[in-house]
């Protein structure tokens, strides 16, 4: 009852239509508590989640994080942060793509940790 409820931004559970072949971005941020995770170095292999089905020109990153939050830290590596995700992509083919996104929020003195879990969907449509 007390655990962090995850919020989304944006609500519901659609996201803007694609066009095929036309550039696409998209934020999506998670609020409600801290992603655990956080703010992290960059990791090659992971994604924040994934895109159905997963040859269609969309991908998932979570949001660099702006240069002037991490001036001050050494070494310089961008960091990324983990409650915010882009989805972009240029989109290779019309249908629709399912987006699903999975985490967990860090506890508090009076909450324990809890666990997310969103669905989006997005339109792409041929020119």
């Known amino acids: 009852m007390l655990s962090p ?4 931004i944006p609500e519901g559970d659609e996201l803007k239509a694609a066009v095929v072949g ?8 998670i609020l409600g508590g801290r992603v ?8 090659p292999d992971y994604k924040p ?3 159905t089905p997963n040859d269609a020109g969309i991908f998932l990153r979570n949001c660099r994080l702006p240069e002037s939050k991490t001036e001050s830290f050494l070494p310089k590596t961008p960091l990324y942060n983990g409650n915010c995700i882009e989805v ?10 399912k987006i699903k996104i999975d985490g967990g929020m860090y506890g508090s003195m009076i909450a324990p940790a809890s666990e997310f879990s969103k669905e989006y969907k997005i339109n792409v449509i041929q020119p």
């Open 49 to 51: 989640g994934l895109v």
């Open 22 to 29: 036309v550039p696409y971005l998209l934020k999506i941020n």
């Open 36 to 43: 655990i995770g956080g703010w992290y170095e960059s990791e």
């Open 5 to 8: 409820k995850a919020e989304y």
């Open 88 to 97: 972009y992509g240029t989109p290779t083919k019309a249908g629709e793509l």
